[in-house]
């Protein structure tokens, strides 16, 4: 057997989240597993993989162990991160930003929360909510991923005081970014809730860049997809 990429066990995750997504929400993936049209590798319930060039529609295992690899693996451009936040401390939810964190932003903007009935609250409170969003987001991936050099957040509205000499040239940054949604998150009390995205901001932002798996009865789960995954895969019975 060959080794398989990260990457690889990436994108069987994605198709299981997919799948799980697609059946009523109190019933797990099946044993069986599921079946995903053109791939090489059998993805085994231990979590193991191995090459073995399959016919269309050959059975893969899927296993609770992948269930944060998405975010593991996802390898985040800093520079180009920071060089998106405006002057202001807020970051834009656009398509940019998006393929940044693997997200599907033209889906989660102008479908999900859309349907959600985001727009009944006027076009200025929509840009603000989505720049709230996004701002959250990208504190969440600085929180969980602790790449930033001299920044360390407590919570998403709180940054971690670290000596003066410590602080990186991002510790600024990540404080206006904190103010900022201090200051929105005022205005727009409780918003995750009123749109049903989930209990907490912490909660939603992790379920949004699937640092954790969407919650057995999320109504948030069909905007943790990634932006880019395989298409038309087969439930097994």
Avoid at 103 to 121: H, P, Q, R, T
Avoid at 135 to 161: A, D, H, M, N, Y
Avoid at 184 to 209: F, K, N
Wanted: with cysteine; proline share 5%.
């Amino acid at each position: 057997a060959a080794e398989i990429s990260s990457s690889e066990y990436r994108v069987f995750w994605q198709e299981a989240c997919k799948m799980s997504e697609q059946r009523p929400c109190s019933r797990p993936l099946p044993d069986s597993g599921i079946i995903v049209p053109n791939m090489g590798y059998a993805l085994l319930k231990n979590g193991s993989m191995k090459t073995k060039k399959v016919h269309l529609g050959r059975k893969l295992k899927f296993s609770a162990h992948l269930k944060s690899l998405a975010a593991d693996v996802l390898v985040i451009p800093w520079a180009k991160l920071f060089s998106l936040q405006h002057e202001d401390g807020y970051w834009e939810c656009t398509a940019e930003l998006g393929s940044i964190l693997d997200i599907d932003v033209d889906y989660f903007a102008n479908v999900f929360l859309k349907e959600k009935g985001i727009l009944s609250l006027g076009m200025k409170a929509r840009e603000t909510i989505l720049k709230l969003i996004a701002t959250l987001l990208v504190l969440q991936l600085i929180r969980s991923k602790e790449e930033v050099e001299g920044v360390r957040l407590k919570t998403l509205f709180k940054l971690e005081e670290i000596p003066p000499q410590e602080k990186s040239e991002r510790w600024d940054d990540v404080k206006m970014a904190v103010e900022w949604v201090k200051a929105a998150d005022r205005q727009y009390p409780c918003i995750y809730s009123r749109l049903e995205l989930g209990w907490d901001w912490e909660s939603v932002t992790r379920q949004l860049l699937r640092i954790d798996p969407p919650q057995a009865h999320s109504l948030l789960r069909p905007a943790c997809l990634p932006s880019l995954s395989l298409r038309n895969p087969v439930l097994l019975q």
